[in-house]
């Protein structure tokens, strides 16, 4: 399995195409051949032999692609038909691969209802109608045959991206197709992992074309986060060290109303591996921590009406200075102490967690993130509001460029954006987590992120880096053998000890 996998927008996927040929030399007819024997071996691995296969061409390269394709599976003895509308306008690499099939005889049709029948015989459809380039609205001839292909209920591969999915923004451009798998070419597009693209898209695969990583790297890209780079970049643990190795965290949060978010936020931190962990918490839930965490330091502040008072705010004056790094806010509550805690935190030079309610009070005070020191944010999509002057449909359209203009505004700050896909974002790192999973669908989630992330950071990875591990390895915990409607945080937290032993001995 690749180890990056690359994620870019329409345009900076074209330029990097574009720098392949132009600056490597590479001949776009040797980069497509190269495509179409991947997506031929994973058809192939996946579909097995004797099947009736269509593919549907457009006039541009990624009907060139399809042609090829169409060429190779033809020789490895499936039964292939093809669509290709008006062979006589066709590109370059179009025109090269279309006298192939001509000397092959492998038929194909231009007529939608000889395509009809092709369709109605075939077991499999490929989709090589518009690529990475689309921009326009799909009408005419080409929306009839798209209506047609998902209408057919064939088994459908797109091959790059769906034809009607724009490939940076995901939107429809008047129709599109409705694929079973999708194999993106090269690296995935920001609109794979976008909605609605990402539902059209169904399974999705990549094929590596050989193109230099160096130009991937070069240019600004995301990489979504898979198994393999997890165990790069997760810290290791020498047996030569000791308690100071891995951090010294103060956690601070909890009230008389959410006692539990704190603890299931300490708990998690201490499967995490931090060395040292005080928990700061309201005088009226001490008694009741100190029973759910008798293996963590206390540090107890008066309390009032339920959650801290303001006298909290000088005992956090008093002591933050001891630790390396700091979370504040889950179920602290929202009010006034809270903004005075987190001000004083954002004040200070410690690497500080925002989470839960500490989000709220930035608001009316994003000043306070242009810091020296990292800040690490963990809002949900409509915690993201509070951080920007956007809305919940704003931010779901737009992930990608939301994450890149908030850490280019706060050049220290790393956001992970939560939803079903999360999107992790600094100034200089961009990762990608999609592993929906309903069992994360429920109250506590963000506690235990934020818990994870903690005891992931004292281990000194950069903040970035910890971001992505904390978020795989939160993901990675719910995985378990249970109906997701009864896994509960504490059935998390006891799965997360053996997801790490498995990514450090693997």
Sequence with gaps: MLNKLFIHSQEIARKIDQCAINEYHIPSLVLMEQAAAECCRIIQNKEGPSKKICVLCGQGNNGADGLAIARLLAHEGYEVSIYLPYHKTLSQESKVQFQIICSLAIPYTDDLDTIRFYINQSDILIDCLFGNGLSRDIEGSYKQLIDMANASNKKIYAIDIPSGIHATSGKILNCAIHADTTIALDCFKEGHWIYPGKEYCGNLLLADIKIPTSLHLENEHAQLINEELIKEMLPKRDDHSHKGSFGKALMIGGSKAMPGALAIAAKACAASGIGTLTLMEPDCIGDLMAMKMDFAMHLRANDRDGHFALSAVDLLKQNMDQYDLISIGNGMQRNEITIEMVKTL?????????????????????????????????????????????????????????????????????????????????????????????????????????????????????????????????????????????????????????????????
């Excluded at 967690?353 to 810091?371: F, K, S, V």
């Excluded at 997701?484 to 032993?501: T, Y």
């Design 346 to 506: 954002l004040s200070s030079n410690k690497t500080v967690i925002l989470d839960a309610d500490a989000l709220w009070t930035m608001q009316d005070h994003l000043e306070w993130l242009n810091r020296n020191a990292p800040t690490i944010l963990t809002p949900h999509v409509k915690e993201m509001t509070f951080l920007t002057n956007k809305t919940v449909q704003e931010i779901l359209e737009s992930p990608f460029s939301t994450v890149r203009e908030f850490t280019n505004k706060y050049s220290n700050c790393i956001l992970i954006l939560k939803s079903d896909i999360t999107y992790i974002g600094s100034k200089n790192d961009f990762y990608v987590l999609s592993r929906p999973n309903s069992a994360l669908a429920k109250g506590g989630s963000g506690d235990l992120l934020c818990g994870i992330l903690t005891g992931i950071l004292g281990h000194k990875i950069s903040p970035s880096k910890g971001a992505a591990c904390a978020a795989y390895l939160h993901s990675k915990s719910a995985e378990i053998n249970k109906d997701p409607a009864s896994i509960n945080s504490e059935d998390i937290i006891k799965e997360l000890a053996f997801v790490l032993q498995k990514l450090r001995k693997d």
